[in-house]
């Protein structure tokens, strides 16, 4: 044979004489069913391509630089084995290379074969064989006597072969994976362009179906291999009860088209996986994205790399490169999926924790018809499209606790209605509680169900009975892991009565002086939304427009999930008592806890003390040595209570709240103890007579704040003669709140020079503040909200120069603003939406530094012809 020109002039003399024989006995057949191919298509109106009429020379070409490189890729893992064997300093390299050899061989002559049959072009397969000759002329010469130790003498040939080693690597990682989808979406592209002339033939035409499906056939024979069941969507329990609703709103959001990110949140077993497993199975959703639903279950440390891997697999791919990093994993990924378009894609990703958020942001793509579901026990709130499941009604509870606890075709005991129902009830309408729960009983005698429900009478949990449900809970808590002061503030929640909603001012006080050196309670609320973003604790805000930058919390409330309550309490309750930090004690009747009992004279280490008596309670207080105390609650239901004794021991008490949770305020006495306690910083009194508290005998140097809520003012301030200037010398905050018979502020209110912060909310029979209120030098904030009897703002107030915000909302009674409102120089914030206020003093334009005025429509107008002399203003109306 001559020399022949082009890529035939570069092949050696022995590869010419095997692929010149191939040549010989192939090239007529495949020349021969593409002709026939071509006069077809001619028959159907495909007009005659470069597919049909490129030239014969150089469709040999193509065909001979694939055989060659399969050929030379042989020949070259040839030459490193026996470099193997004669350069040991070399060994790991080459058995890196033979490794990447003996994986690309077989994947080359697959593409070959393909190429051959479809008589396609492929110029990659010729800038491959010359590659992979300079590689096997550089093993060769590696590998020589003489010459080679020469090359060993340098660095040269040792380097080199790494990078061919590299280049080898590259090859098999990124270029013929490539290849391979290219090969595959060209094939899809021929094989539909046939099947789209075939819809519009005629009799006449010679190309039957039958052939169209047997190419078609042929050309599915060449894909990859099918998908492995790789993250395909689990199977929903059998009975699935109370998601209806939210099953039906996520359907909907789902079938629209467009990228979105769609959560269900809730606490730990509240069904979120069920409800995700549920959707994938719907008729609508399996019949708009089809195979295109990814179910991957997330969890605390996921490994985005293996991820990625995993959905190359489940897509079909034999061949899965090994990516470089989290950022090389995710541009694949990206590449692969947008291959599926235009067809929806929906991935779901089951339990994600706070630690793999990230994992949503790096799998957001901007993909047409992508659809992200996560589930997960937190709230990630920059998400809009969130949907909360809630516990489970009566009925869909009872049903779901019959399904597992009681099956049909056994002939086990069946409880009665009352047992039914107070094991359902205790289960607070936790699915997972139900099931599992459900289950432990199922095919139990009478006697074990008898016993469950008795000791639920004697006040013990569900949780503490039953391990598993135990365990599903304690992975509810493993999110505070990482979060040593939520975790403490979480577990504090449970000083407070079960099902009782909690105030957020309430637990200011109380972690401000355990954990917050910030007095304003700042990091404390950040601390409920923590938790409330963690889906540990319901959060409801019953005011909106005065918000958190305000330090206004006072309609904010929180209460504990029932189970979760009951697990944190039984892990407290499993410490000895000694070793507690936090000692909380329910007292049914006048029954103290054993160990309160017998007397023993033991140390108490806890900082937190929580005491809990019922309206049936008149036992004579026990001794109780706790010095260590900084914070007691005192939760109480009688309508008289004694302030124990040994709460004048508690050297270290700062705050103090009690709450009456009885109908009518409670009658407190033995208050003036209080005076021994000289590190009390904080008293909280909720429904509580203040008549009784004797204040007039109390001397408290530290105190800094004091809030009464519901509590019954009466005469009491009035008729009060305390010398306040020295009783409460440090006093810089006051909250009133819903003390509806409060109707005037004493004078001595004048000389708390210290205050920084006085709030009066819901006070309906307040109907004047004291004249002399400008006295109040130091005060920053002043609340007046839904004070509706309340006409005026004393003239006095001008003389306020440090307030910056004053809050008079739902005053509806009051009219105008004081002409002296213009003294207020660094007031930044007024709220007074509610007001019936019909014109402004002209000093308002005083106010240089008021940034934010909000109120109703009608004052938002008044407002706005002094835009220009207040230039910071923004005016919010309502």
């Given amino acids: 044979m001559g020399k022949k020109k082009g890529i035939m002039g570069l092949i050696d003399e022995e590869a010419n004489k095997i692929l010149y024989i191939s040549l010989l006995t192939n090239w007529r057949e495949i020349y021969c069913s593409k002709s026939i191919v071509c006069e077809k298509l001619k028959v159907i109106g495909i007009p005659e391509s470069k597919k049909c009429t490129f030239p014969l020379k150089r469709r040999m070409e193509y065909v001979v630089a694939g055989f060659v490189a399969e050929k030379v890729l042989g020949e070259l893992l040839k030459s490193v084995k026996e470099a193997m064997k004669k350069k040991k300093k070399l060994e790991t390299t080459l058995k890196s290379m033979e490794s990447k050899l003996n994986s690309i061989i077989p994947v080359v002559k697959s593409i070959n074969e393909l190429n051959i049959k479809l008589d396609r072009e492929d110029e990659d397969m010729g800038r491959l064989w010359k590659q992979i000759k300079e590689g096997q002329k550089l093993v060769r010469e590696c590998s020589k006597g003489s010459r ?202 089951d339990d994600v924790w706070p630690e793999s958020e990230f994992l949503i942001d790096k799998l957001k793509f901007q993909i047409p018809d992508y659809k992200i ?13 969130t949907h909360k499941l809630q516990p489970l009604n009566d009925v869909n509870a009872t049903v779901l606790f019959t399904s597992s606890a009681i099956l049909p075709h056994l002939s086990s005991y069946i409880p009665d209605e009352s047992i039914l129902n107070k094991i359902v009830k205790a289960c607070k309408g936790n699915p997972l509680a139900l099931t599992v729960v459900g289950r432990s ?162 140390h108490l280490s806890a900082c937190l003390l929580s005491i809990t008596t019922d309206e049936t309670f008149s036992l004579k207080w026990s001794n109780m040595q706790a010095p260590e105390v900084e914070v007691l609650i005192l939760n109480v239901r009688s309508n008289n209570y004694m302030l124990p004794e040994f709460v004048k021991k508690m050297d270290k008490l700062k705050a103090l709240l009690i709450t009456n949770y009885g109908f009518v305020p409670a009658e407190i006495s033995n208050f003036p103890l209080l005076s021994s306690l000289l590190d009390l910083k904080r008293i909280r009194l909720e429904k509580v007579s203040i008549a009784s508290l004797s204040l007039s005998s109390l001397e408290l140097k530290k105190l800094q704040k004091i809030s009464l809520v519901m509590c019954n003012i009466g005469q009491s301030f009035t008729n009060s003669r305390i010398q306040i200037s020295s009783s409460f010398s440090n006093l810089s905050e006051i909250s009133i709140d819903c003390c509806i018979d409060l109707k005037n502020l004493p004078d001595w209110f004048c000389d708390l020079v210290h ?124």
């Fill in 148 to 349: 080679c130790r020469a090359c060993f003498k340098k660095p040269n040939c040792t380097e080199e072969l790494r990078d061919l080693d590299n280049s080898l690597k590259t090859f098999y990682d990124f270029v013929l994976p490539l290849k391979e989808a290219k090969i595959l979406i060209e094939t899809r592209e021929d094989v539909q362009e046939i099947l789209d002339k075939a819809k519009r033939i005629d009799e006449k035409v010679e190309l039957t179906h039958g052939e169209v499906k047997g190419i078609h056939k042929e050309l599915q024979s060449r894909k990859s291999p099918a998908s492995l069941p790789l993250y395909l969507p689990p199977d929903p329990p059998a009975i699935v009860v109370g998601l209806d609703k939210p099953l039906k709103d996520l359907k909907t959001e789902l079938v629209k088209n467009g990228f979105s990110v769609v959560l269900i949140t809730a606490p730990g077993g509240y069904g979120k996986t069920t409800l995700a497993k549920k959707l994938c199975h719907e008729e609508d959703i399996k019949g708009k994205y089809k195979d295109n639903i990814f179910f991957i279950t997330v969890s605390k440390r996921p490994n985005l790399k293996v991820i990625v891997q995993n959905l190359y697999l489940r897509m079909g791919y034999s061949h899965v490169p090994e990516f470089q990093s989290d950022d090389d994993a995710v541009n694949n990924l990206e590449q692969l999926l947008k291959l599926t378009t235009p067809n929806p894609i929906l991935l779901v990703l």
């Fill in 373 to 385: 579901l996560v589930t997960s026990t937190c709230v990630f709130s920059r998400f809009t499209s």
């Fill in 441 to 602: 009983l199922c095919g139990q005698p009478a006697v074990v169900w008898q016993n469950t429900v008795m000791e639920l009478s004697k006040g013990g949990s569900i949780v503490e009975s039953n391990a598993t449900l135990r365990d599903c809970l304690q992975q509810s808590l493993e999110v505070l892991d990482n979060k040593v002061n939520v975790k403490e503030c979480y577990m504090d929640l449970v000083s407070f009565p079960e099902g009782q909603w909690i105030p957020a001012t309430a637990l200011i006080d109380m972690w401000v002086e355990l954990y917050d050196p910030d007095e304003d309670g700042v990091n404390s609320v950040a601390m409920l939304h923590h938790l409330d973003a963690l889906n540990l604790v319901n959060h409801e805000v019953g005011r909106k427009d005065n918000g958190e930058i305000d330090g206004y919390y006072n309609n904010h409330h929180v209460m504990q999930h029932d189970l979760l309550r009951q697990h944190v309490n039984d892990q407290i309750s499993s410490e000895p008592v000694e070793q507690r930090k936090r000692l909380i004690i329910d007292i049914s009747g006048n029954k103290l806890p054993k160990w309160w009992r017998e007397q023993r004279k033991q």
């Fill in 755 to 878: 205050l920084k912060k006085l709030s009066i909310s819901s006070c309906w029979e307040l109907s004047e503040l004291p004249k002399e209120i400008g006295k109040l030098v130091n005060l920053e904030v002043l609340t007046l909200h839904f004070c509706i009897q309340l006409v005026e703002l004393p003239k006095a107030i001008g003389n306020l120069s440090k307030l910056s915000i004053l809050d008079i909302s739902d005053c509806a009674n009051i009219s105008r603003l004081p002409e002296q409102i213009g003294g207020l120089r660094n007031l930044r914030k007024l709220y007074m939406k509610g007001c019936s206020i019909s014109e402004l003093p002209l000093s308002v334009m005083d106010l240089k530094r008021l940034e934010i005025v909000m109120c109703d429509d009608e004052a938002a107008i008044l407002w706005t012809s002094f835009i220009q002399e207040l230039p910071n203003l923004k005016i919010k109306a309502r």
